[in-house]
T-cell receptor, first 113, second 117 residues
Framework: RKEVEQDPGPFNVPEGATVAFNCTYS??????FFWYRQDCRKEPKLLMS?????NEDGRFTAQLNRASQYISLLIRDSKLSDSATYLC??????????????WGLGTSLAVNP | NAGVMQNPRHLVRRRGQEARLRCSPM?????VYWYRQLPEEGLKFMVY????????ESGMPKERFSAEFPKEGPSILRIQQVVRGDSAAYFC???????????????FGPGTRLTVL
C-alpha cells in the first residue's frame, strides 16, 4: 500500500461545478498536510495547508479526518484555470527531526467550458 | 524576495556526459530538497540537504548521482555518465527553519528539464 494514495482521475467537470478530491495516508503519526497544484510542465505550487479544524481559502476548502486518515479538497464554482493536477502531500517523521514530505501521484482535473 | 532559482532551465547532454544542475533556495531558507519527475509520473524525492550536510539521501540512485549544498553558493545535483533514463524534470525546493525544526512547507523552483540524447 502506498503511503499517500489519490484517485488519479481524470476528473472532467463543467465550469461552475463543485468537485471534491480525497487522499488517504497510511502513517497515523503524520502531522502536516498540504495540497499543491501542478500545471503541465510546471513546478508544484502550494495551494493550501490542511489544518485539523479544516480551512477555507476562497473557493477552496480543505478537510482533515485523522480517525480515517484522509484529507479532502473541495473546489466550488470551478474555473477553467483550475485545470491542473492536484497533489496531496503528507509528512513523515524520521529520526533526528528529519521530516520528509511524502507526495501522492496527483489527481488530474479538467474543467471544461 | 526572489523565489527558488534553478538553472539551467533546459539541459541537453549526450550519453556518458556529466550534468550539473544548480539550485539557489529562497532567501533565508537553509534546507534544500531535490526531486525527479519522469514524464507522466509523480514527484520522486531524491535528497534533502542543509548547508554542508546531507540529511537524507534515501532517494538517490546509488551510482552516478551526487548532491552538495556548500556553505557559499547554490546547491548542486550532479549526474555523471548520463543515460537516456536520466531524462526527466529535476525540481529543487527549499524550506526554512523554525525553533530548531525545519518547517514542512516547501517552495519549488521552476525545474531543470534534462534531455539525454
Amino acid at each position: 500500500r502506498k503511503e499517500v494514495e489519490q484517485d488519479p482521475g481524470p476528473f472532467n467537470v463543467p465550469e461552475g461545478a463543485t468537485v471534491a478530491f480525497n487522499c488517504t495516508y497510511s502513517n497515523s503519526a503524520s502531522q502536516s498536510f498540504f495540497w499543491y497544484r501542478q500545471d503541465c510542465r510546471k513546478e508544484p505550487k502550494l495551494l493550501m495547508s490542511v489544518y485539523s479544524s479544516g480551512n477555507e481559502d476562497g473557493r477552496f476548502t480543505a478537510q482533515l479526518n485523522r480517525a480515517s486518515q484522509y484529507i479532502s479538497l473541495l473546489i466550488r464554482d470551478s474555473k477553467l484555470s483550475d485545470s491542473a493536477t492536484y497533489l496531496c502531500v503528507v509528512n513523515r517523521e524520521n529520526a533526528g527531526n528529519n521530516r520528509k514530505l511524502i507526495w501522492g501521484l496527483g489527481t488530474s482535473l479538467a474543467v471544461n467550458p | 524576495n526572489a523565489g527558488v532559482m534553478q538553472n539551467p532551465r533546459h539541459l541537453v547532454r549526450r550519453r556518458g556526459q556529466e550534468a550539473r544542475l544548480r539550485c539557489s533556495p529562497m532567501k533565508g531558507h537553509s534546507h534544500v530538497y531535490w526531486y525527479r519527475q519522469l514524464p507522466e509520473e509523480g514527484l520522486k524525492f531524491m535528497v534533502y540537504l542543509q548547508k554542508e550536510n546531507i540529511i537524507d539521501e534515501s532517494g538517490m540512485p546509488k551510482e552516478r548521482f551526487s548532491a552538495e549544498f556548500p556553505k557559499e553558493g547554490p546547491s548542486i545535483l550532479r549526474i555523471q555518465q548520463v543515460v537516456r533514463g536520466d531524462s526527466a524534470a529535476y525540481f529543487c525546493a527549499s524550506s526554512h527553519r523554525r525553533a530548531g525544526v525545519p518547517t514542512d512547507t516547501q517552495y519549488f523552483g521552476p525545474g531543470t528539464r534534462l534531455t539525454v540524447l
